[in-house]
């Protein structure tokens, strides 16, 4: 069957060219596509979407929400696939907070460039080519959101932008991809273990989350006034999720006010729940009241708290739904 593919465009590196200061946004969805001839050999009929043109940094939640609301609208029109081009600073949320919100048979599939198109070696025209085919391909269908780069697939739920400028720069730490290209042609070798969808807010504009990184000697100042301006807080604890024992009581205090999830600043692997038993702990922490992001990333735990926030969650809700999206069966309270 042909496939129908809807391209959103939102900017980045794959669309900057040459200004005095250096690269900006210059090339539009058409200039793009056309520099991919090989795109005309697929079994696709294409339209292209100039949707946002900005670097990722400028990209907000509201944003992402009424491209999802566009790509549903595009999927209602017979669209069997959906891409998302876009600066790839923030790719590991967007695509994360895309592919929590899209419970539609039809993949988004998330690409963008780390060279931009004035130098050699470019890898914006492969990374849409691969995008294409991948979104063109039915064994993708129901896997929610895709980010495919550098001949690989990675699912939006596990992806981390783990180098600042290289074409490899993305990664899966805790499972590895899950697919890739060879010879042009897309590989599924592994399957997501579940997906957990949310009610889809009609803004986050008036929900704030703050994300705090705990760090050596910390004294918790970042901490303080915290409840009187967010409505919600992710900490980035060390390890498994411990803090200093002079944190324990402050971070308490603020989850009796409002949710605070406990996440990792590793950069892979699961908080704990059960293992230490010191003040400041994971153990301690939870009995506390924090609820654990289980294999959630702090940027991703974030995400997942403001859309959960903004959709008029509860912290028991919350905590509910942590257990579901960080496990399997692994977050949550004591
Ligand atoms: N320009 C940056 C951005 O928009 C980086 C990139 O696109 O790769 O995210």
Not at 214 to 226: F, K, N, S
Not at 294 to 318: C, E, I, Q, S, W
Request: proline share 7%; hydrophobic share 45%.
């Amino acid at each position: 069957m042909t496939a129908s593919l809807a391209v959103f465009f939102l900017g980045g590196t794959i669309g900057m060219a040459g200004h005095r200061d250096g690269v900006v946004q210059r090339l539009g969805g058409d200039a793009l596509l056309a520099a991919v001839p090989q795109l005309a050999g697929l079994d696709a009929t294409i339209r292209a979407h100039d949707f946002r043109a900005m670097p990722s940094a400028c990209l907000t939640f509201d944003d992402i929400l009424a491209l999802v609301a566009a790509a549903e609208d595009a999927v209602a029109e017979g669209a069997t696939g959906i891409i998302v081009v876009q600066g790839t600073d923030t790719i590991e949320e967007t695509a994360f907070g895309i592919d929590l919100v899209w419970p539609h048979e039809p993949p988004m599939v998330v690409t963008g460039a780390m060279r931009n198109p004035t130098l050699p070696g470019a890898d914006g025209p492969a990374n849409l080519l691969a995008a294409a085919q991948v979104a063109g391909d039915p064994q993708f269908a129901g896997l929610g959101c895709l980010v495919v780069l550098n001949d690989q697939v990675h699912a939006a739920q596990r992806v981390r932008k783990t180098h600042s400028a290289s074409p490899a720069a993305f990664t899966s730490p805790d499972t590895g991809p899950l697919g890739h290209l060879v010879e042009g042609v897309p590989m599924l070798l592994a399957r997501p273990s579940g997906r957990t969808c949310v009610p889809r807010p009609a803004s986050t504009a008036d929900v704030r989350v703050a994300l705090v990184t705990l760090t050596l000697d910390d004294d918790g100042g970042l901490l303080t006034g915290i409840a009187a301006r967010y409505a919600g807080l992710v900490v980035a604890g060390f390890g498994v999720g411990h803090a200093p024992a002079a944190l324990a009581e402050p971070l308490g205090q603020l989850a009796r006010r409002m949710p605070v999830v406990l996440a990792s600043r590793t950069g892979a692997g699961s908080v704990f729940r059960h293992t230490y038993g010191f003040p400041g702990s994971e153990t301690d922490l939870r009995k506390r009241g924090l609820i654990a992001a289980g294999f959630l990333d702090p940027y991703k735990a974030r995400v997942l708290l403001r859309l959960l926030l903004a959709g008029g969650a509860d912290t028991a809700a919350v905590a509910d739904t942590f257990a579901a999206v960080g496990g399997p069966s692994f977050g949550g309270t004591e």
